[in-house]
C-alpha cells in the first residue's frame, strides 16, 4: 500500500472515528441517563422499552447490565471521547505514533469481545434487546474492523507474510466483510425472536 493510500485510508478512518465516536457516544449517554432514571424510580419506563423484545428496561435490571460493577454505559460515556479524539486529531492532521495504535487496538479488541457476549447474553440468556445497546453494537464492531484492518495493511510483517493475501483480500472486501457480520446477528436475531416477529407481522 502507498503513502498515498495509506493517508487517503486514514482520513477515512477519522471520519468513522468522529461520526462513530459520537453516535456511540450518545446512545450510551442516553442508557446512562435511562439507567439513572431507572434507579431513582424503580416503576419508571425507559424511552426504548417499546414493546416485550424491545425493552431496554428488561435488560438494565439483569445483572449482565452492571458486568463490572458499575452500568455498562459508563464504559461507552468513557471510551468513545477517546475514539471521537482520536478521529479530529487524524482530521487536524495528526500523526499517531504506533504504540497509540497498538492501544486503540487493544481497546478495540475488548469492547468487540464485551459487545459479543451482550449479544449472547441479550439472546439467549436475557430474552429481550435494547434499541440503544444494538447502536453501540454496530459502530463498536465497525470501530474494531476498520483499526484492525488499518494495523494490518499497514505492518510490513502482515502484508509480506504468509498471511499477506488474506489482509490484502480483506482490505478489498473490506464492506463486504462487515455486511456479513452485520447480517450474521441479523439472523440471530431474526431466529432468536421470530415466534415474536411472526405474531406481529400476521
Not at 494495523?151 to 489482509?167: E, K, N
Request: net charge positive; hydrophobic share 55%; aromatic share 12%.
Amino acid at each position: 500500500m502507498t503513502d498515498v493510500d495509506s493517508g487517503r485510508d486514514d482520513r477515512r478512518l477519522a471520519w468513522l472515528y468522529a461520526i462513530a465516536g459520537i453516535v456511540g457516544l450518545v446512545a450510551a449517554a442516553v442508557l446512562l441517563i435511562e439507567k439513572v432514571a431507572l434507579l431513582e424510580d424503580p416503576s419508571y419506563v425507559p424511552s426504548c422499552s417499546i414493546n416485550p423484545i424491545l425493552s431496554c428496561g428488561s435488560i438494565m435490571r439483569t445483572s449482565q447490565a452492571e458486568a463490572f460493577g458499575f452500568p455498562n454505559p459508563l464504559l461507552g460515556v468513557a471510551a468513545f471521547p477517546i475514539v471521537v479524539t482520536t478521529g479530529v486529531a487524524l482530521l487536524a492532521g495528526a500523526t499517531l505514533r504506533r504504540w497509540y495504535w497498538r492501544g486503540l487496538l487493544v481497546g478495540t479488541i475488548a469492547g468487540v469481545a464485551f459487545v459479543h457476549w451482550l449479544i449472547f447474553q441479550s439472546l439467549y440468556r436475557i430474552g429481550a434487546l435494547c434499541p440503544y445497546c444494538m447502536v453501540v453494537w454496530v459502530v463498536t464492531i465497525a470501530i474494531f474492523w476498520y483499526t484492525a484492518l488499518r494495523m494490518a495493511t499497514t505492518s510490513v510483517a502482515l502484508t509480506r507474510g504468509p498471511i499477506g493475501p488474506a489482509v490484502r483480500l480483506a482490505r478489498e472486501y473490506h464492506g463486504v466483510i462487515l455486511t456479513v457480520w452485520y447480517l450474521a446477528i441479523a439472523v440471530l436475531i431474526a431466529r432468536r425472536f421470530w415466534d415474536y416477529w411472526s405474531t406481529v407481522l400476521s
